[in-house]
């Protein structure tokens, strides 16, 4: 559902209609309900035609499972981010194309941490998410919020020009070499007949915990009621006292948030340099056209589907990139649902 979706109230009925206002709730999820069963089901028949063309590709079960676990694990963490990104984008309006160098950023931080101050990679989650949560709240009411409400292509080139100034800043400091924050005692996992590093599991353990996290937030808090009211109608939202500049600020911070714990979880399995972002970036946004623009949870199934589909990809079409199978699914859902697997028609 669509960050809006979640704050639209349903309409009471007055005692003439016969229907209280429960029974009017229900009645209205009932056709959301089955329309995401349905979609489900063509999902899940999707995933078993890929995975039988696959297995007759590769002519080999072990490797099939090798590339539908490394998949999912991967895209747990391409579903975090494409959280933050669906985030920013629902409730304020921005195409944010920093959203990967900000991931790059946290990946920085991170190495920092871990070879300056001996912290462990992943306990420095503990520290990366409140800095990157204060930069990008920073970065909103210092940059971006002159940019509320501007055509869309100004925001784009201030985005791209906060990639730019972060990526080159990063460059200048810590130089071109490629890093690594290798995890203590790493070691291989054999998982349903596939085999996992430790790293690679934790990453995905971490990106569920805190996308449930996130979820919770944006439903269970005032300050989600808040955030879901401002992505319905920030203007309603005003005129009940909403600091709706506030809003906006807190929900770049969280996004931001979003893309630096990723950073840290794959901080152990990716080479760290200034443009290491690029590449999340640019699968972020085909996440989120996946999902459905704005849909936190169609974001993380996203991130798993555009996991499992680079993997497959690699059996499909051998010696190519990988990213080529992503593209191609990109294309055809841009051809086929533009408005994302788990969105609405406009």
């Given at each position: 559902?669509?960050?809006?979706?979640?704050?639209?109230?349903?309409?009471?009925?007055?005692?003439?209609?016969?229907?209280?206002?429960?029974?009017?709730?229900?009645?209205?999820?009932?056709?959301?309900?089955?329309?995401?069963?349905?979609?489900?089901?063509?999902?899940?028949?999707?995933i078993v035609v890929a995975l039988?063309?696959?297995?007759?590709?590769?002519?080999?079960?072990?490797?099939?499972?090798?590339?539908?676990?490394?998949?999912?694990?991967?895209?747990?963490?391409?579903?975090?981010?494409?959280?933050?990104?669906?985030?920013?984008?629902?409730?304020?309006?921005?195409?944010?194309?920093?959203?990967?160098?900000?991931?790059?950023?946290?990946?920085?931080?991170?190495?920092?941490?871990?070879?300056?101050?001996?912290?462990?990679?992943?306990?420095?989650?503990?520290?990366?998410?409140?800095?990157?949560?204060?930069?990008?709240?920073?970065?909103?009411?210092?940059?971006?919020?002159?940019?509320?409400?501007?055509?869309?292509?100004?925001?784009?080139?201030i985005t791209l020009g906060i990639?730019?100034?972060?990526?080159?800043?990063?460059?200048?400091?810590?130089?071109?070499?490629?890093?690594?924050?290798?995890?203590?005692?790493?070691?291989?996992?054999?998982?349903?007949?596939?085999?996992?590093?430790?790293?690679?599991?934790?990453?995905?353990?971490?990106?569920l915990l805190l996308a449930g996290?996130?979820?919770?937030?944006?439903?269970?808090?005032?300050?989600?009621?808040?955030?879901?009211?401002?992505?319905?109608?920030?203007?309603?939202?005003?005129?009940?006292?909403?600091?709706?500049?506030?809003?906006?600020?807190?929900?770049?911070?969280?996004?931001?948030?979003?893309?630096?714990?990723?950073?840290?979880?794959?901080?152990?399995?990716?080479?760290?340099?200034?443009?290491?972002?690029?590449?999340?970036?640019?699968?972020?946004?085909?996440?989120?056209?996946?999902?459905?623009?704005?849909?936190?949870?169609?974001?993380?199934?996203?991130?798993?589907?555009?996991?499992?589909?680079?993997?497959?990809?690699?059996?499909?079409?051998?010696?190519?990139?990988?990213?080529?199978?992503?593209?191609?699914?990109?294309?055809?859902?841009?051809?086929?649902?533009?408005?994302?697997?788990?969105?609405?028609?406009?």
């Open positions: 559902m669509t960050i809006s979706q979640l704050s639209r109230p349903s309409s009471g009925a007055s005692p003439d209609d016969g229907m209280t206002d429960q029974e009017d709730k229900a009645s209205s999820h009932r056709p959301n309900f089955r329309r995401n069963v349905r979609r489900g089901a063509i999902v899940l028949i999707l039988a063309l696959a297995y007759v590709r590769s002519g080999s079960v072990a490797v099939v499972t090798q590339a539908v676990v490394t998949g999912i694990l991967t895209g747990g963490v391409y579903g975090l981010v494409a959280m933050g990104l669906t985030l920013i984008f629902g409730v304020l309006d921005i195409v944010n194309f920093a959203h990967g160098a900000f991931l790059a950023l946290a990946l920085f931080v991170t190495f920092w941490l871990v070879n300056s101050m001996g912290i462990h990679p992943y306990l420095a989650l503990a520290i990366s998410i409140p800095v990157m949560f204060g930069i990008g709240f920073v970065v909103q009411r210092g940059v971006l919020a002159g940019a509320m409400g501007k055509p869309l292509e100004n925001q784009l080139l990639s730019l100034v972060i990526e080159n800043t990063l460059l200048l400091v810590f130089g071109g070499n490629p890093r690594s924050v290798p995890l203590p005692h790493d070691h291989a996992l054999p998982i349903f007949g596939a085999v996992a590093d430790l790293s690679r599991v934790l990453a995905f353990v971490g990106a996290a996130l979820y919770l937030l944006l439903q269970r808090t005032r300050l989600g009621t808040a955030i879901r009211a401002v992505a319905t109608n920030d203007v309603g939202a005003q005129l009940v006292g909403i600091d709706t500049r506030l809003i906006y600020a807190v929900t770049f911070a969280i996004g931001t948030a979003c893309a630096g714990a990723a950073g840290t979880l794959v901080a152990p399995l990716v080479t760290i340099e200034p443009t290491t972002g690029a590449l999340f970036n640019i699968i972020a946004f085909v996440v989120v056209v996946l999902g459905g623009m704005g849909n936190v949870i169609g974001a993380l199934v996203g991130g798993l589907i555009i996991g499992v589909t680079e993997q497959l990809g690699g059996l499909y079409l051998p010696g190519q990139s990988p990213l080529l199978s992503v593209f191609i699914v990109f294309v055809l859902v841009l051809f086929l649902r533009p408005q994302g697997l788990f969105g609405r028609s406009a």
